[in-house]
């Protein structure tokens, strides 16, 4: 069992840049692929960007590719998003999720987050 907390959210004016992590707990992290989604009021859940367990391969939307990187330090068991010129329609509550599948094979992820609201203002 994975247990996700996600912490950075907030308020930022578009622009502006924003980090988010997820912490994961238990032994498994560092063999995992981890992704980070987002959902907007009255929108369905979305893919951010996916990165695979060693680090070396990433995958994005395209609506975020350039702006956002995503990263992870399996040594502290945690994946991180940059948000760097954020956009109004960039505000959404973020979740990570983890898969112990390949990045190439994730399907759907095991493990959510509770989420973290980010808002961007114009």
């Known amino acids: 069992q994975v247990q996700l907390v996600e912490s950075g959210g907030g308020l930022v004016q578009a622009g502006g840049s924003l980090r988010v992590s997820c912490a994961a707990s238990g032994r498994t992290f560092s063999l995992s692929t981890a992704g980070w989604f987002r959902q907007a009021p009255g929108k369905e859940r979305e893919f951010v960007a996916a990165i695979s367990s060693a680090g070396r391969r990433t995958y994005y939307a395209d609506s975020v590719k350039g702006r956002f990187t995503i990263s992870r330090d399996n040594a502290k068991n945690t994946a991180y998003l940059q948000m760097n010129s954020l956009k109004p329609e960039d505000t959404a509550v973020y979740y990570c999720?983890?898969?112990?599948?390949?990045?190439?094979?994730?399907?759907?992820?095991?493990?959510w987050g509770q989420g973290t609201q980010v808002t961007v203002s114009s």
């Open positions: 999720a983890v898969s112990p599948r390949d990045i190439d094979y994730v399907g759907e992820y095991d493990y």
